[in-house]
């Protein structure tokens, strides 16, 4: 069975910090990724990375704020949130396809399997 479970979020000033894991029980897939989704609006790609070539993409309002990192060996994908501001607040969610997505572009039809989701909340 395919289970993807987020964990971290929560409620932070803005500028501040949180990190954001998610484990794959009992599989390593080839690429995954973090989503997010604010009220009304599409769900988009925040970050995704490729096991083996490292290889990582970041949507331009997080670069240098947003460090995606996954272990390989225990099946985690973590996503580090620095200097947050208020447009980052959506439910995140964890992602994972079986097919290795070169460059790993984040478009939500390429992944199939999804966690629950954690809420994050940036206040001003």
């Known amino acids: 069975q395919v289970q993807l479970v987020e964990s971290g979020g929560g409620s932070v000033q803005a500028g501040g910090s949180l990190r954001l894991s998610c484990v794959a029980a009992?599989?390593?897939?080839?690429?995954m990724g973090w989503f997010r989704q604010a009220p009304g609006k599409e769900r988009e790609g925040v970050a995704a990375t490729n096991r083996g070539s490292g290889h990582t993409m970041y949507r331009d309002s997080v670069k240098g704020r947003f460090t995606i990192s996954r272990d390989n060996a225990k099946n985690t994908l973590d996503l580090q949130m620095n200097s947050l501001k208020p447009e980052d607040t959506a439910v995140y969610y964890c992602a994972a396809t079986d097919f290795y997505l070169s460059p790993p572009k984040m478009v939500v039809s390429d992944f199939k399997y999804w966690g629950q989701g954690t809420q994050v909340t940036v206040s001003s």
């Open positions: 009992a599989y390593s897939y080839w690429t």
